[in-house]
């Protein structure tokens, strides 16, 4: 089945600065990665989302790229804010339909003002 | 905008207990997905449902069942709690026919003693 790994599990950045976290997949069939963003006491939330059919998606402080030769993706955070300070996931769809996701182990992002 | 509802936020059972969480969408999703999150593990899929009294194990069954009577609902019991089920318990769902977001509840936190 899908492995996905995710580095750094730590991170710290100053208010301003930009954040990287990349995460690798396994299973070459998996065609669907999104991110979520975890605040404290809530459930996760998706970010932004890419599909292997585009290499790369931004999303106003937020982009996403995809590697699918490497299998590794990447979410890249620009101008990084108090605010974006939370726990983020990578995952992979798998499974009949892709409905299923594998998840990676999380990062989690320290903003320093 | 979707709504996933879990039964409880915070929930202390005894060992040997059986245990009820439930969650609820309103959405009209066709699949539910219960997953366990510890530190370090990411989120785990413990079981899912895509559709009205279907269910297919996850990655870590052992120990739990489901139950999915209505559409908008989905249950997961464990039978005889033990320790190690302490936990932190995210219910999500999502449309068939993705892969698409799956969208989570805020959580339960379940402490088995």
């Known amino acids: 089945g899908e492995n996905v790994e995710q580095h750094p599990s730590t991170l710290s950045v100053q208010e301003g600065d930009s954040a990287v976290i990349k995460c690798t997949y396994s299973?070459?069939?998996?065609?669907?990665f999104p991110w979520y963003k975890q605040e404290l006491g809530k459930g996760p939330q998706l970010i932004i989302d890419?599909?292997?059919?585009?290499g790369e998606k931004k999303d106003q402080r937020i982009a996403v790229t995809l590697n699918k030769t490497a299998k590794h993706f990447s979410l890249h955070i620009t101008e990084t804010q108090p605010e974006d300070s939370a726990v983020y996931f990578c995952?992979?769809?798998?499974?009949?339909?892709?409905?299923?996701?594998?998840f990676g182990p999380g990062t989690r992002l320290s903003v320093l003002p | 905008d979707v709504k996933v509802t879990q039964s409880s936020r915070y929930l202390v059972k005894r060992t040997g207990e059986k245990v009820f969480l439930e969650c609820v969408q309103d959405?009209?999703?066709?699949?539910m997905f219960w997953y366990r999150q510890d530190p370090g593990l990411g989120l785990r899929l413990i079981y899912f449902?895509?559709?009205?009294?279907?269910?297919e194990k996850g990655d870590i069954p052992e120990g739990y069942s489901v139950s999915r009577e209505k559409k908008e609902r989905f249950s997961l019991i464990l039978e005889s709690a033990s320790t190690n089920q302490t936990s932190m318990y995210l219910c999500?769902?999502?449309?068939?026919?993705?892969?698409?977001?799956?969208?989570f509840g805020p959580g339960t936190r379940l402490t088995v003693t």
């Open positions: 959405m009209d999703h066709e699949n």
């Open positions: 890419i599909r292997s059919n585009v």
């Open positions: 449902s895509y559709d009205v009294k279907m269910k």
């Open positions: 999500a769902s999502n449309v068939a026919g993705g892969p698409y977001e799956q969208y």
């Open positions: 995952a992979a769809s798998e499974g009949n339909y892709g409905q299923n996701f594998v």
């Open positions: 299973d070459s069939a998996s065609n669907y």
